[in-house]
C-alpha cells in the first residue's frame, strides 16, 4: 500500500508538469487550430534562461531560495512569451492564410530550428541545473517519502492553472480569446483584434510552457537543447488525450499520462511504458475521438 | 533587430565556412588519413569530446615527432550526434568518401557495434577507445579495441562490492536500449552469484528518461544493500538523486559510463557513497600519466578523464601499428594492431589479445564531496 501511495506522488508530480506544457499546446490549438511543434523548444529555452539568470538573480537576491525559484520562474516566463510571440510573428502569421499542412510544417520547421541552434548557443553537453527548490522532505517515513519538491511542483501548477482559468473566464482579453476560438470572422467583426489575441495566446501558453521548465529543471537538474523533444511529445499526448482545444482536458490529460507511465513503469515494465500510453490514446481516440472531455465538432463541407 | 539580424549573418556565414571542410577530403602526397567518429554532441557529448581532444593530442605528438612512416597524421572527424545510426553514416562517409586508411571510434557500444561492420567489410581497421561491450571485437578480425571488456569489469565491480564493501543483497537498474548496460548487468550478477551474493530486485530504464521514482519505488521494498546502474553519466547521477530524494541511502554502484565531470556536477552531494570503474584515475602517481594530465590540463585547462586518456592510447597504439607494418595497407596494420604487446600507454600496459581486445588494469574510483577519490587498482 505504501509504494502504491508513493508511485501515487511520483506519478501527480510528473502529471502536474505535463498538464503545464499540455495547456500551451491545447491553447494555441484552439485558436489557430494547429499544433505547435515548437511547443516543447520554447519550454527546453525557458529551463536555458533559467539556467543562466539563476547566479544573477540569487546574488542580487542574497541567496533565498524561494524568493530566487520564484523571480528565476518569472524572468524565464517573460522570456518565453516574447520568445513564443516571435516565433508567431515570424514564422506563422505569414502562413495564416496557407494551407493548415503549411503552417504545420513550419512548425516542425522552427521546432527543429530552435533545437540545432540551442546547440549551437548552449552546447550539447548536458547541464546541471542550479537548486531551486530546497532539499528535504514533508513526509519522511521508512515506506513514504513526500519530497519538498513534489509538494513545490505539485503547488504550483494548482496555482498557475487557477491562474490561466481566471484569465481565459474572468477577463475582457479571456473573452476574446474564448470568441475567437469560436470564430475568427465573426470574432473580427466584433471588433477584436485578432493579432493581438493570438500573441497573447502565444504569451500564456510559452510562460506555462517556461514555468513547466523550471519546475521541471529543478526536479531533473541536467538540461540540454534536446531535452523538450520528449516532455513535448507526451504533453501532446495528453493534450489529445484529454480533448485537444480544452483546458481542463490537458490538465486531466497531462494527469493520467504522468500516473499512467509511473505505475507501468513501476508494476509493469518500463518497456510498456510508451506502449501503453500511446494504446491508451488509441482506445480513447477510438472511442472518444475528440478527447476525453473535448466536444465533438461536425466538420461543414 | 539589427544586431540580432548581424548575428543570424554571422552563424550563417560560420556555418558555410565550416561546410567544405566536412567533406570529401582528399590525401596530399605527405599526408596519412585517419578517420574518427565521434559523439561531439548529444547525450553522451563529454565522451566524444574527451576522446577527440585525447586523441588530437596523440596526433599533434606524433606530428610534431616527424609524423608516421616519413608522412604527417591528418584527422578526419565526423560527429555522430550520439546515436548508432548516425555513427554509422559517418563511417560510410570517412571510408568511401574520405578514403581514410584506419577509424578509431567509439566509446558507446552500441555505436561501435553500428559501425563496425562496415568497417570490417571494407578492411578498414577500426580502433575503438572505450566500447566494452564483448561483442563488438566480435564483428570482424578488423576490429580492435584499447579498453578492458564488461564481462572483466562487471567481475571487478562484483568482487568490490562483495569483498571490499561486504555487501550480499544487490539490486539493478539498467538501460534496456544499451548494449553496454544490458552487458554489464549480466556480468555483473553472474560474477556476484557465484559467489554467493543475490540479485534481489531488477529494473529498467531507456536511455533519456529522466524520472526514474517509479522504478527506484519499485526496488526499495527488496531492501538491497547497493545499487548497480550500469549506464552513463547523465542518468547515473539523476538516479543517485532521486534515490537519495526518496531516502535510498545504500551505496550505488556504476562502471566507467560514468566518469565523467558532469556526473557530480549535476549529482552533487547525492553522490557520496558512490563508486565506479574506470581505465585510469588523474590521481594515480605514475609519470605517465602525470606527464599527459599536467600537457591536457595545459592546453583544455581540466584534467583528462578516462576517455580522453583512452582517445589518447587508441591514437599511439593505431600510429605505432602503422610504423610497425611499414605500410597503410588495411591488411597490415591490421596484422600490426594484432601483433601490439606491452605497450605503455596512459591507461597502463596494453597487450592485444587474440579476441583483439585489450587485457590491461581496472582502477576503481569513490565519489566523496564532488570528488573522485582514487581507490584501488585490479591488475587483469
Redesign the interface.
Known amino acids: 500500500m505504501s ?1 502504491f501511495l ?2 501515487l506522488i ?2 501527480i508530480s ?1 502529471g502536474s508538469i505535463y498538464a503545464l506544457i499540455a495547456l500551451g499546446y491545447t491553447m494555441i490549438y484552439g485558436i489557430l487550430r494547429f499544433i505547435n511543434f515548437a511547443h516543447g523548444d520554447v519550454f527546453m529555452v525557458g529551463a536555458f534562461v533559467g539556467y543562466y539568470v539563476t547566479p544573477h538573480v540569487s546574488a542580487a537576491l542574497g541567496g533565498s531560495i524561494y524568493a530566487t525559484g520564484l523571480v528565476v520562474m518569472l524572468i524565464a516566463m517573460a522570456a518565453c512569451s516574447l520568445l513564443g510571440v516571435a516565433i508567431e510573428k515570424v514564422a506563422y502569421r505569414p502562413l495564416r492564410a496557407r494551407p493548415k499542412l503549411t503552417i504545420l510544417i513550419t512548425a516542425i520547421g522552427m521546432s527543429f530550428f530552435l533545437e540545432y541552434g540551442g ?2 548557443v548552449f552546447g ?5 541545473f542550479p ?1 531551486l527548490i530546497p ?1 528535504g ?1 514533508v513526509v ?1 517515513s ?1 515506506n513514504l ?1 513526500i ?1 519538498i ?1 513534489s509538494i513545490v511542483v505539485i503547488m504550483t501548477a494548482l496555482v498557475l492553472m487557477f491562474l490561466l482559468r481566471l484569465i481565459v473566464y474572468h477577463t475582457r482579453i479571456g473573452t476574446a480569446m474564448r470568441a475567437v476560438s469560436y470564430d475568427h470572422r465573426a470574432a473580427s467583426l466584433m471588433g477584436i483584434n485578432i493579432d493581438t489575441v493570438i500573441s497573447f495566446t502565444f504569451v500564456l501558453g510559452s510562460s506555462l510552457a517556461a514555468a513547466a521548465a523550471i519546475l ?1 529543471a529543478s526536479v ?3 538540461i ?1 537543447p ?2 523538450g523533444i ?1 516532455p513535448g511529445l507526451k504533453a501532446f499526448i495528453a493534450a489529445v488525450l484529454g480533448g485537444i482545444g480544452n483546458l481542463y482536458g490537458a490538465a486531466l490529460g497531462g494527469l493520467i499520462i504522468g500516473l499512467t ?3 507501468v ?3 509493469l ?3 510498456y511504458r510508451d506502449a501503453i500510453s500511446f494504446t491508451i490514446l488509441i482506445l480513447i481516440l477510438l472511442f472518444r475521438p475528440s478527447g476525453i472531455l473535448g466536444k465533438y465538432e461536425a466538420e461543414k463541407v | 533587430m539589427r544586431p540580432v539580424r548581424c548575428l543570424l549573418m554571422g ?1 550563417a556565414l560560420a556555418a558555410l565556412t565550416l561546410i567544405p571542410s566536412g567533406c570529401g577530403e582528399t590525401a596530399k602526397e605527405n599526408e596519412i588519413l585517419i578517420g574518427e567518429y565521434s559523439s ?4 553522451t ?2 565522451f566524444g ?1 574527451s576522446t577527440h581532444r585525447g586523441l588530437t593530442m596523440a596526433v599533434d605528438d606524433i606530428n610534431n615527432a616527424g609524423g608516421v612512416l616519413g608522412k604527417k597524421i591528418k584527422l578526419i572527424t565526423e560527429d555522430d550526434q550520439s546515436k548508432p545510426e548516425e555513427a554509422a553514416t559517418a563511417v560510410t562517409k570517412l571510408i568511401s568518401r574520405d578514403r581514410v586508411v584506419a577509424v578509431v571510434g567509439e566509446v558507446s557500444s552500441s555505436r561501435s557495434l553500428a559501425a563496425a561492420p562496415i568497417c570490417q567489410a571494407n578492411g578498414i581497421p577500426m580502433v575503438s577507445n572505450a566500447s566494452t561491450n564483448p561483442e563488438v571485437t566480435k564483428k570482424g578480425e578488423y576490429i580492435f579495441r584499447v579498453c578492458y571488456i564488461d564481462p572483466f569489469q562487471g567481475e571487478i565491480l562484483a568482487r568490490f562490492a562483495y569483498n571490499s564493501l561486504g555487501i550480499r543483497k544487490a539490486a539493478i537498474l539498467k538501460d ?1 536500449r544499451n548494449d553496454y548496460s544490458i552487458g554489464l548487468a549480466q556480468y555483473f550478477s553472474e560474477a556476484f552469484k557465484q559467489m554467493g551474493g543475490e540479485i534481489v530486485a531488477e ?4 536511455e ?4 526514474f ?3 527506484l ?2 526496488l ?2 527488496a531492501a538491497p544493500e547497493i545499487i548497480l546502474v550500469p549506464g552513463y553519466y ?1 542518468e547515473g ?2 538516479i543517485v ?1 532521486q534515490a537519495r ?3 535510498m541511502t545504500v551505496p550505488i554502484l556504476g562502471g566507467d559510463g560514468w566518469d565523467s565531470a ?1 556526473l557530480v ?2 549529482g ?1 552531494q547525492a553522490m557520496n557513497n558512490t563508486f565506479f570503474s574506470t581505465a585510469y584515475s588523474a590521481d594515480d602517481p605514475d609519470t605517465v600519466v602525470q606527464n599527459f594530465a599536467k600537457r591536457f590540463k595545459q592546453l583544455h585547462n581540466e584534467p583528462p578523464d578516462a576517455f580522453a586518456a583512452l582517445g589518447y592510447d587508441a591514437g599511439l597504439i593505431l600510429f605505432d601499428a602503422i610504423k610497425r607494418a611499414e605500410s597503410t595497407e588495411g591488411a597490415k596494420i591490421r596484422e600490426a594492431l594484432a601483433a601490439t604487446r606491452d605497450f605503455r600507454g596512459v591507461t597502463g600496459s596494453i597487450t592485444i589479445d587474440a579476441e583483439r581486445n585489450a587485457r590491461k588494469p581496472i582502477v576503481i574510483i569513490a565519489v566523496q564531496d564532488g570528488q573522485f577519490r582514487y581507490r584501488e587498482t585490479v591488475q587483469p
Open positions: 509504494e508513493q508511485q511520483n506519478g510528473l546547440q549551437l550539447p553537453d548536458p547541464k546541471s537548486q532539499a522532505t519522511n521508512q517519502v519530497g519538491n521541471y531533473y537538474p541536467s540540454n534536446l531535452m520528449f507511465e509511473t505505475m513503469t513501476g508494476y515494465s518500463p518497456t | 552563424v561531439l554532441t548529444g547525450t557529448a563529454t569530446q534496456i529494473q529498467a530504464y531507456s533519456g528518461d529522466t524520472d521514482k517509479a522504478q519505488t519499485a526499495k521494498p547523465t547521477a539523476l538523486k530524494e526518496l531516502n558532469k556536477e549535476i552533487g
